[in-house]
């Protein structure tokens, strides 16, 4: 994929080519500020999904009290949502805007490997069924018996192992193979799920093994868009111990990806939270973690580590999105209100000329839309910039890759090291 240069870029480079300040990425998983002109094409209602707004709404309705979300606020959250509960204004002179996502679906494994610079153009959504031919083809050439299960379009691999849509994401996004533990060893499913991803253009190819009661067959059932596949909640694997899953992503160059780009340059990389499990970089310093508070404990303590030089942190708060998951807007606004609580002090140390906070998501997931996917909305980004004199409103970026080729630009990194992405400030 073709990049267009940035209007800072020269010479097909930009940044001052040595590193300087602290650079911050927070993601809220899940969060997004409206629909995407497309977001209707799996399912119509999803046209009118707004993640903040809804969010926002139903909470007063239940708190009697409007969110308490003053740093994004400063940041200028109310300035790219406009809505009563958030402030229209900033004394703060932030940069702000919102991002489509640039990539398939909404995902949040395809989210972050967007955002750190990754080109997606070749991954599309797609069902198994529309891919039964090219991926037998594939299974029998690498020795493997295949069979389809009633003439239904998935996959029964060497008489154990089930190739199916993912019932658990939006429809076409993933594909999984899945066997059960009590068959065969996870190394054998794992084997299978290599072979199917190698021909798949779908994001991820999951490989999963866990413990049931019964065989495999017994709880395939049909999904949204004609898909069809594995019902994993309802084998058990998920609560009967010794669940076993490796995430195989399409092919990426994480040399070109910001992470790497960074430390090759010799900045320190902290990656916290969810971003620790699927980001790659070998020399960063990993701190997963889940709890809200957690996770901005990690990024707050990685920038003050880094107070006398640059670096970068990677943060994501994934309890906005498994709020979405569990349809709660009560719980949704208690990680917003936790994760605001964080980003404040966020504030407060990002004090130095050349620091950066952004924050921003990676897709949307409305807890009032009625179902429990991923809802495909725009993504704020906000910049907080304390050496800037006025607040600045950003362009629409046209993929979260943008979001990354800014932050390699305020680390003095050429964004043209990154695979995709023009910087946006």
Known sequence: MSRTPGPNETNGATGTGRPSGRTVIVVLDGFGVGAMPDAGALRPGDRHADTCGHVLDHCREQLGRPLRLRALGALGLGLVHPHPDL?????????????????PGADTFAGHQTMMGADF???????????LDEVTDALRRAGHSVATLD?????????AVLVHDNLEADPGINWNASGRLED????????????????????????????????????VREGDAATVGLDTPATGFYKNGGLEVQHLGAPLDHTRQLPELAARAGVPVTLVGK??????????????????????????????????????????????????????????GEVLEQADAGL???????????????????????????????????????????????????PDARTLADVGATAATSLGLPPTGLANGTTIL
């Open 87 to 103: 402030a229209a204004h900033t004394e703060l002179p932030v940069a702000f805007g919102r991002a489509a996502l640039g990539y």
């Open 121 to 131: 153009s070749r991954v599309t959504v797609a069902r198994l069924g529309e891919h």
């Open 151 to 159: 003439g239904k379009p998935l996959l029964v691999v060497d008489g």
């Open 184 to 219: 065969l060893p996870f190394s054998s499913t794992l084997s299978v799920a290599r072979v199917v991803r190698a021909v798949a253009p779908v994001a991820r190819v999951i490989a999963v093994g866990g413990h049931a009661a019964e065989p495999l067959e017994h709880y």
């Open 275 to 332: 971003a620790a499990d699927i980001l790659e970089c070998e020399s960063a310093l990993r701190r997963p973690a889940v709890p809200t508070i957690e996770v901005l404990g990690h990024t707050l303590d990685a920038v003050r580590t880094a107070a006398s030089g640059p670096s970068l942190v990677v943060a994501n708060v994934q309890e906005t999105d498994l709020a979405g998951h569990q349809q709660d807007t009560a719980r949704y």
């Open 344 to 394: 404040a002090q966020l504030l407060e140390v990002l004090d130095s000329p050349g620091d950066r906070l952004i924050v921003t998501g990676d897709h949307g997931n409305d807890p009032t839309i009625g179902h429990a996917y991923h809802t495909r909305e725009y993504v704020p980004v906000l910049v907080h910039r304390p050496e800037a004199t006025a607040r600045r409103h950003l």
